[in-house]
C-alpha cells in the first residue's frame, strides 16, 4: 500500500522568511496530493492540493510542486507569519488503496 | 458554510466499555470516513464507507470497531471493548467524490476518546 514520508518533523523559520516542506510517496498509481494544515486540538484543514496532471500550483503565500517521476512534492510558504505556525501534514491518494493516507507531520513554528 | 458535525467531543470511558462516536456528514456528501490521530501522530486511515456498506478498512479497523449509517443523516463508530490503546482523537470525514477519484476530505472536529 501507500506510504508517505515527510520531512523535516520540526521546522522553525523567522517571521517574513520561507519554509519547505517536503514528501515523498510510494505508490506511483496516486494522483491527488492534498496539504492539511493542524491548529492545536483543531481538525485538519486543507489549505491546498495538487493533483497529478498538473506539476505546479499557487495560492497566494502558499504553493505546491509535484515531481511524479520522482515520487516526491512539496510545500512552499512564502513571507511566513506567526499565524502560520501549526502542524503541516502531507497525505496522497488515489493509488491502489484509493483513501488518503497521511505523512507524520511537520510543526512549523514562525517566530516574531 | 457546511460541516462535519461530531459528538461527543470527548468521551472518558472504562477499559472494556463499549463506545459509539456518532458524525453528521455534509448533506449531499456520499463517501463517508472514519480517521484516529493518536496524540502528537499522524492522522492514520480506518475505514471508508459507501452506499451503506465499508469500501475499505485499515489493518487498525479491527473486530472491535464497527460503523453504520442508522438513518438518513447520521454515521456512526462503535468501539466493542475499548482497550487503553484506543485512546486518541477520532475524525469523521466525508467527500462528494470517492478517494479514488480524488475528492477532498472534509473533517468533523473530532472526538476525543480517553480510555482508563
Known amino acids: 500500500g501507500e506510504n508517505v514520508e515527510q520531512h523535516p518533523s520540526t521546522l522553525s523559520v523567522q517571521e517574513g522568511d520561507s519554509a519547505v516542506i517536503k514528501c515523498t510517496y510510494s505508490?506511483?498509481?496516486?494522483?491527488?496530493f492534498p496539504w492539511y494544515k493542524q491548529e492545536l486540538g483543531k481538525r485538519p484543514q486543507l489549505i491546498i492540493d495538487?493533483?497529478?496532471?498538473?506539476g505546479e500550483k499557487k495560492d497566494q503565500r502558499i504553493a505546491v510542486t509535484l515531481n511524479k517521476t520522482a515520487k516526491h512534492f512539496s510545500l512552499h510558504i512564502t513571507e511566513t507569519q506567526p499565524e502560520d505556525s501549526a502542524v503541516y501534514f502531507c497525505?496522497?491518494?488515489?493509488?491502489?488503496?484509493?483513501?488518503?493516507?497521511f505523512g507524520k507531520g511537520t510543526k512549523l513554528s514562525v517566530k516574531p | 458554510e457546511p460541516e462535519v458535525t461530531q459528538t461527543p467531543s470527548h468521551q472518558v470511558t472504562q477499559m472494556g466499555q463499549e463506545v459509539i462516536l456518532r458524525c453528521v456528514p455534509i448533506s449531499n456528501h456520499l463517501y463517508f470516513y472514519w480517521y484516529r490521530q493518536i496524540l502528537g501522530q499522524k492522522v492514520e486511515f480506518l475505514v471508508s464507507f459507501y452506499n451503506n456498506e465499508i469500501s475499505e478498512k485499515s489493518e487498525i479497523f479491527d473486530d472491535q470497531f464497527s460503523v453504520e449509517r442508522p438513518d438518513g443523516s447520521n454515521f456512526t463508530l462503535k468501539i466493542r471493548s475499548t482497550k487503553l490503546e484506543d485512546s486518541a482523537m477520532y475524525f469523521c470525514?466525508?467527500?462528494?467524490?470517492?478517494?479514488?477519484?480524488?475528492?477532498?476530505?472534509?473533517f468533523g472536529e473530532g472526538s476525543r476518546l480517553t480510555v482508563l
Open positions: 505508490d506511483s498509481a496516486s494522483n491527488y
Open positions: 497525505a496522497a491518494s488515489g493509488g491502489s488503496q484509493g483513501n488518503l493516507i
Open positions: 495538487i493533483r497529478s496532471n498538473v
Open positions: 470525514a466525508s467527500s462528494v467524490l470517492g478517494q479514488i477519484n480524488t475528492g477532498e476530505l472534509f
